[in-house]
């Protein structure tokens, strides 16, 4: 009958929902550890699986074509690819993803890896004219790439996170003049703090950059269907034939709305195995959610509900929700990644372990902002929660290590290369009401008072 599980874990029918980086990694990990049944991958876009991060960076420089962003497939899948057709809504009762096209896909069991999507201008109708964009996709990419090679007057980016700081470092790089406008009071603010915030202003400054923080843009303007300038909450205004909108993501949980999941503008919910809650918080055995579009607890962040828009959680989720698919209850293993990303902009190369955000206070215990080249550590509570390092990436194992062990904050002699006379201060960490952009990460939920320290396997 459809609809019923067929016996064992390692037959029947799997759909993966969402064909981008953690769908394709699950799909791929299903295969290597024995799954043999019917695979099937849905999604909206038309073209095979693709990397999104280079889309804001190489391609924009021109270093890279938007083709070439392909994700490589590292076996064959033997499975059925539904491309370019969106999944509307999910049936749990019967087991079926219904698709755009009328189709109803029958599983046992189900990924969601819908991921993300760029947040559009708020008005419709100013952010269909001419010359403004957003960067998601590889259409977003080309289009926005053509219109830097005809050398705009002055592009202004909207939102100063790490996407919108990157395009402006691309736009400079070029050559462009660049407006960068956020609500903050400093680019990258939501997610590094406002001690290190600062940092990125003098930066972007120092790189030409006209930077306007604490104001939002109020209105694009244009003529004739083309985008002419924007207006500002301040009262000021500029003229710009080029608008970057850089205001965060959107998940795609619209088609889960009426399936009775834990599933809403935050995310779909799931405990740390990747199993996603019904809406009354009774986990499901037969439905597990992967990537960008997952909400998860972690010990080390207190159990808050952590949404982490990063390639490195999409690719270990996803290979921890396709193994728990698969294996007796017994073998399943939790998703306990400490987070992890990195950017490039402005000439430098800035990477992190944990969530600056969850913090009280930072110390910079090596090199300096003067140098360019420095480790920042960010502690809550008396422990070491997260680091940033620009310039100086080799650092970030040890700092991983104090992360997952609970380590004190500030990290004790010998830990670190503490530098003379430097003291922790508070990290600052704004509301995220206060950002014109979403944070990268995202914690909601509890916070109990207590700590555990996450072992590593085999150590």
């Known amino acids: 009958m459809a609809g019923e599980p067929r016996d064992g ?75 370019g057709v969106r999944a509307t809504g999910l049936d749990p009762a019967t087991r079926h993803v219904l698709l755009a096209d009328g189709e109803k896909v029958p599983y046992d069991r189900l990924l969601i890896a819908t991921g993300t999507r760029a947040r559009p201008w708020p008005d419709p109708e100013q952010g269909a004219l001419d010359g403004v964009f957003t960067v998601r996709t590889t259409d977003d990419a080309r289009r926005l790439t053509e219109r830097l090679d005809a050398g705009p007057r002055r592009v202004l980016v909207i939102g100063g996170g790490f996407t919108g700081s990157e395009i402006a470092s691309a736009c400079r790089e070029r050559g462009l003049e660049v407006t960068v406008a956020e609500r903050g009071r400093a680019p990258l603010i939501g997610a590094l703090g406002g001690a290190a915030a600062e940092f990125a202003a003098k930066l972007q400054r120092a790189h030409g950059v006209d930077l306007r923080c604490g104001v939002t843009v109020t209105a694009l303007t244009g003529k004739d269907g083309r985008l002419t300038g924007a207006e500002f909450s301040d009262g000021g205004r500029i003229d710009a034939d080029a608008a970057v909108v850089a205001l965060g993501a959107v998940r795609n949980t619209e088609w889960l709305l009426e399936s009775g999941l834990a599933a809403g503008p935050r995310g779909v919910t799931c405990d740390a195995g990747c199993r996603v809650f019904d809406r009354y918080g009774i986990v499901t055995d037969d439905v597990f959610v992967a990537g960008d579009v997952a909400r998860f607890p972690h010990p080390l962040y207190e159990y808050q509900l952590l949404s982490l828009e990063h390639w490195g959680n999409a690719v270990a989720q996803a290979e921890v929700a396709a193994h728990n698919m698969i294996c007796p209850a017994s073998q399943r293993r939790p998703h306990l990644g400490v987070p992890a990303f990195w950017s490039s902009q402005f000439g430098l190369n800035i990477k992190s372990v944990g969530v600056p955000a969850f913090s009280d206070q930072v110390v910079i215990t090596q090199g300096s902002p003067k140098e360019r080249r420095l480790v920042a550590v960010y502690g809550y509570r008396g422990r070491v929660t997260a680091a940033v390092t620009v310039n100086r990436a080799k650092s970030l194992e040890h700092y991983q290590y104090l992360i997952e062990s609970a380590a004190p904050f500030p990290p004790e002699p010998g830990l670190a290369d503490h530098v003379e006379g430097n003291e922790p201060v508070p990290s600052d960490v704004p509301d995220p009401r206060v950002l014109s952009h979403g944070p990268t990460v995202a914690l909601t939920g509890h916070l109990p008072d207590r700590r555990l320290t996450v072992l590593r396997p085999g150590g």
């Open 9 to 83: 874990r390692r037959d029947g029918r799997i759909v993966v929902v969402g064909a981008s980086l953690a769908g394709l990694r699950a799909a791929e990990v299903l295969r290597e550890e024995g799954f043999t049944g019917e695979l099937t991958l849905v999604g909206d876009e038309s073209e095979p699986p693709y990397d999104r991060p280079p889309l804001s960076k190489q391609v924009l420089l021109g270093r890279a074509r938007p083709e070439d962003c392909a994700l490589p497939v590292r076996r064959r899948l033997d499975a059925r690819w539904r491309l």
